[in-house]
């Protein structure tokens, strides 16, 4: 239920922002017929746009395949609205791109030509200073939410790796990957003296 209601919030937010201006008709053409699928780390639940000649669909299921999927954290999602920091994060692996690359490209210039003010949204219904008012607000509990999230995840891996030990911690992962080298070593050492043995009789 909550994935449907931020779905349905996005695309009226996504339809006001890209389709109510005539400025930006050439840049929504690109787009036109195309679908773009992102995958969340954090849900799972994917967002999937559907981009028409007169307004984006926010779907959560879509029975063919995307022109364009991505896969990438809640975190990292800024990166399309500052298209300088997209091609570096998608080589990082920050941002994993399978289909249409331009795709996510002329999404991102969409975004960068509208820069996106929550605000404005709310000014017909609340007014300016309202508008700015709750716009901080929603701004402040959705960074302290991200950074809860972020410590949880901390806390859940701690958890896991020493309390459950269900998964080895980092330290112990790279001793038992140095002893399996060792070990690989001491086999071709031994393969190699053998080797030797055969030769010399």
């Known amino acids: 239920m909550l994935v449907q209601l931020m779905s349905a919030t996005l695309e009226i937010a996504l339809n006001r922002l890209l389709y109510q201006d005539r400025s930006m008709a050439a840049a929504r053409q690109r787009l036109k017929g195309k679908v773009l699928r992102f995958e ?33 954290r809640l975190a990292t999602l800024s990166a399309l609205v500052e298209r300088q ?3 570096r994060m998608i080589q990082q692996g920050d941002i994993d791109v ?30 300016d200073i309202a508008a700015e008012g709750v716009t901080r607000l929603l701004g402040y509990l959705l960074n302290n939410t991200l950074q809860l999230f ?5 806390r859940v891996a701690q958890v896991i790796t020493d309390e459950w030990r269900l998964v080895p911690a980092a330290l112990e992962l790279t001793w ?26």
């Open 40 to 72: 969340l780390v954090e849900w799972n639940v994917p967002i999937i746009l559907v981009f028409s000649a007169r307004q984006v669909d926010v779907l959560n299921t879509w029975g063919n395949p995307a022109d364009c999927m991505v896969r990438t």
């Open 85 to 87: 920091q997209l091609a």
């Open 98 to 127: 399978e289909g249409d690359l331009h795709l996510v490209q002329q999404f991102a210039t969409l975004l960068d030509i509208d820069k996106f003010d929550a605000a404005e949204l709310l000014v017909p219904w609340v007014g």
């Open 150 to 154: 972020r410590t949880e995840q901390i």
């Open 176 to 201: 038992f990957c140095n002893e399996v080298n060792n070990v690989a070593r001491a086999g071709k050492n031994l393969v190699a003296r053998l080797e030797k043995l055969e030769v010399s009789r």
